[in-house]
């Protein structure tokens, strides 16, 4: 999502070429030759085994079904939030030092967001806030998202749809808040599903923010997985037959009118992930 798209090609080495560096091993035994060997091999695996590689693993087990609208089962949701909880800024290299994070003077700054991998399964990236910096309102239609936030202090307000509502019109629906509520890292893996855990969400950074974020499946227009942005209204601006609440929950629930187009004021730009390589 956003415009103004630039990546940069950067030079990257592959770690399996260091790992797979030994020294020559001298024996006057074949089998302890033999032995040897292999105990370097199991060193030099694990090794290479990065924790973005073994999240990338993960989620080809957790995504493997690859369909719109299927979440996964209980123990892969648990198998996938459990390798993003351990991951830290420097398994990804991102820091609050880069030149993404830094604020402007004037106007909202623009986000950037780093690719990881995409695939019809599933996409990981890594968005990076400056301070002020805003993700709008938006949806993840049929989609199970996880989201790390690596560091800094984020605001996150998600809704979900009330089900069967009666409409104001055909472009705005009554949605419940699901959390509203600030963040800051090192904090769990927040997760949404397609029709419960805040599915519309908005970020708003507190301070500079990275948020390494698994879509599952990604966004694709020819699918029909189109990402739609939203203006939120009070619940009180839309009077609708068929449609009460109590007045202490009022502030629990809001109108979303979608977009025509996408916010005037996002900006995100696409840069190269510089981070251990994917082996696929």
């Known amino acids: 999502m956003g415009a103004g798209t630039v990546v940069r090609d950067r030079v990257r080495k592959d770690l399996s070429e260091i790992s797979n560096k030994t020294n020559p091993i001298v024996s006057s035994s074949p089998e302890i030759r033999s032995n040897s060997r292999k105990k370097i091999q199991r060193r030099s695996k694990k090794a290479v085994i990065s924790p973005v590689q073994k999240l990338f693993e993960t989620c080809k087990k957790v995504f493997a079904n690859g369909k719109s609208g299927v979440v996964p089962s209980q123990e892969h949701i648990n198998m996938l939030r459990a390798v993003l909880d351990e991951i830290k800024p420097e398994d990804v290299d991102v820091s609050h030092k880069m030149p993404y994070f830094r604020s402007k003077s004037i106007g909202r700054p623009p986000v950037t967001y780093l690719h990881i991998y995409k695939c019809h399964s599933f996409s990981m990236g890594i968005f990076c806030l400056p301070p002020t910096g805003v993700i709008p309102l938006h949806n993840h239609p049929e989609m199970t998202v996880f989201s790390k936030l690596l560091f800094g202090t984020m605001h996150i307000k998600s809704y979900d749809w009330v089900a069967d509502s009666p409409q104001p019109s055909s472009d705005t629906r009554l949605a419940k808040v699901k959390v509203d509520s600030d963040f800051t890292a090192p904090c769990d893996t927040s997760i949404l599903y397609p029709a419960d855990g805040g599915n519309m969400h908005c970020f708003t950074a507190k301070t500079a923010c990275a948020v390494l974020d698994v879509l ?65």
């Open 216 to 280: 599952g499946p990604p966004y694709s227009d020819p699918a029909g997985r189109h990402c739609t942005y939203y203006f939120d209204h009070p619940f009180s601006s839309f009077s609708v037959d068929g449609v009460e609440v109590r007045e202490e929950e009022k502030e629990e629930y809001e109108w979303l009118k979608e977009r025509e187009e996408e916010p005037e004021d996002l900006t995100v730009t696409a840069m190269m992930y510089s981070g251990p390589i994917i082996k696929e």
